[in-house]
């Protein structure tokens, strides 16, 4: 039994079940031994690998993407460019040595945040970027960026932020919650609280008994958030993650570690929490502060972007290997059986501004 795990145990049986929410933002970021604030998880040595990792070029396709669109936009100074929740800083230090190629002035000027809480992340996205920029600045929030056009990109954020579950029961839809069964362990149990019906996806009517609801109201109030500073100051945003374009029924809570899945209440702070991101829901946020939003899937995005191209020119007078190499990273980033169809992209920004690659090429949830 891991450490967080005895007290969460200690917790329920001191107050009861817990709701899933609670659960999950204990077991990610407990002060103590939460998972984003004790482990590693990036990489091929951690429990998952996320596209910055995988290859170069996606941090170098974003960073043409962003400043493709900050042209779009008028090309505005002073502008920010940012990362929220930005693992090691790897997406980061590609995008500013693909702006620096690109236009050495822009990326001169422009101030460049990261908003990371972790301390111990800071410390590594530090070391990252080392040599590459000086004038990177971390903060906690969104709040506190610079009040100018914002370009922000965030890769695999909203996947971890805490999701309530409610669970179909004979007497309604119920809120799901962590309890203890007659054995002292953790298991799943349906609580009192409800859940408002206007909140229930079109296919609920017809969900059988112990069908799972999944609602992420964090993850909607930091979209609306980001979209609000956009709003005012100018400026769009990029965001990739694993998810559904439409609100259905079904249990997407995983748990991953050393990049196989496991029980969810097994390791509590050792392994990886999360569920498929709700682009629908952001869409509303988006649209709640006055922005237009557009998707597309992660593959069509980077083949749109030149990943292709990109590759072949990376390629071109290298040795086979590489040239292997290359052919398998295009393949995880974009295949249709890896990153390319499960993870979709989020694209924000006021109406006026033509977005590169956006072009309807995914229908917008409703």
């Given at each position: 039994?891991?450490?967080?795990?005895?007290?969460?145990?200690?917790?329920?049986?001191?107050?009861?079940?817990?709701?899933?929410?609670?659960?999950?933002?204990?077991?990610?970021?407990?002060?103590?031994?939460?998972?984003?604030?004790?482990?590693?998880?990036?990489?091929?040595?951690?429990?998952?690998?996320?596209?910055?990792?995988?290859?170069?070029?996606?941090?170098?396709?974003?960073?043409?993407?962003?400043?493709?669109?900050?042209?779009?936009?008028?090309?505005?100074?002073?502008v920010t460019l940012a990362e929220i929740g930005p693992?090691?800083?790897?997406?980061?230090?590609?995008?500013?040595?693909?702006?620096?190629?690109?236009?050495?002035?822009?990326?001169?000027?422009?101030?460049?945040?990261?908003?990371?809480t972790s301390p111990r992340l800071r410390d590594v996205q530090k070391a990252t970027?080392?040599?590459?920029?000086?004038?990177?600045?971390?903060?906690?929030?969104?709040?506190?960026?610079?009040?100018?056009?914002?370009?922000?990109?965030?890769?695999?954020?909203f996947d971890a932020i805490p999701i309530w579950q409610f669970v179909r029961t004979a007497d309604g839809w119920r809120e799901r919650m962590v309890g203890l069964d007659a054995n002292g362990e953790l298991g799943f149990y349906a609580g009192a609280?409800?859940?408002?019906?206007?909140?229930?996806?079109?296919?609920?009517?017809?969900?059988?008994?112990?069908?799972?609801?999944?609602i992420a109201p964090a993850r909607s109030a930091l979209m609306q958030t980001i979209a609000e500073r956009i709003a005012e100051h100018g400026g769009a945003g990029l965001f990739f993650d694993y998810g559904h374009l439409q609100p259905g029924v079904?249990?997407?809570?995983?748990?991953l570690r050393r990049h196989d899945h496991e029980d969810v209440l097994e390791s509590p702070g050792e392994a990886d929490l999360t569920s498929h991101v709700d682009f629908a829901a952001l869409a509303v946020s988006t649209r709640a502060a006055g922005l237009h939003s557009d998707f597309t899937?992660?593959?069509?995005?980077?083949?749109?972007?030149?990943?292709?191209?990109?590759?072949?020119s990376l390629g071109a007078n290298a040795d086979n290997t590489t040239r292997e190499r290359l052919s398998g990273e295009v393949e995880r980033l974009a295949g249709p059986q890896a990153m390319g169809e499960?993870?979709?992209?989020?694209?924000?920004?006021?109406?006026?501004?033509?977005?590169?690659?956006?072009?309807?090429?995914?229908?917008?949830?409703?």
């Open positions: 039994m891991t450490r967080l795990k005895r007290r969460i145990v200690e917790l329920i049986g001191t107050v009861g079940p817990i709701p899933v929410s609670e659960y999950m933002a204990l077991c990610l970021f407990d002060p103590e031994a939460g998972y984003y604030t004790t482990r590693e998880p990036f990489g091929a040595g951690g429990d998952f690998i996320t596209a910055p990792e995988v290859s170069q070029m996606f941090g170098e396709l974003v960073a043409v993407w962003l400043y493709q669109t900050w042209q779009a936009a008028g090309a505005p100074m002073p693992g090691r800083g790897t997406l980061m230090k590609d995008m500013l040595r693909t702006l620096t190629r690109l236009d050495a002035d822009f990326a001169r000027s422009a101030s460049v945040a990261l908003i990371e970027l080392a040599g590459v920029s000086d004038a990177v600045e971390w903060h906690e929030t969104v709040a506190s960026l610079p009040e100018t056009p914002l370009l922000i990109v965030g890769n695999e954020l609280a409800s859940l408002d019906p206007s909140l229930l996806p079109p296919d609920a009517d017809t969900a059988p008994a112990g069908a799972i609801v999944e079904g249990d997407t809570l995983q748990a899937t992660q593959g069509a995005f980077l083949l749109s972007m030149g990943l292709l191209e990109r590759a072949g499960l993870f979709k992209v989020l694209a924000i920004a006021h109406e006026d501004i033509v977005l590169p690659v956006f072009h309807s090429q995914v229908d917008q949830p409703e």
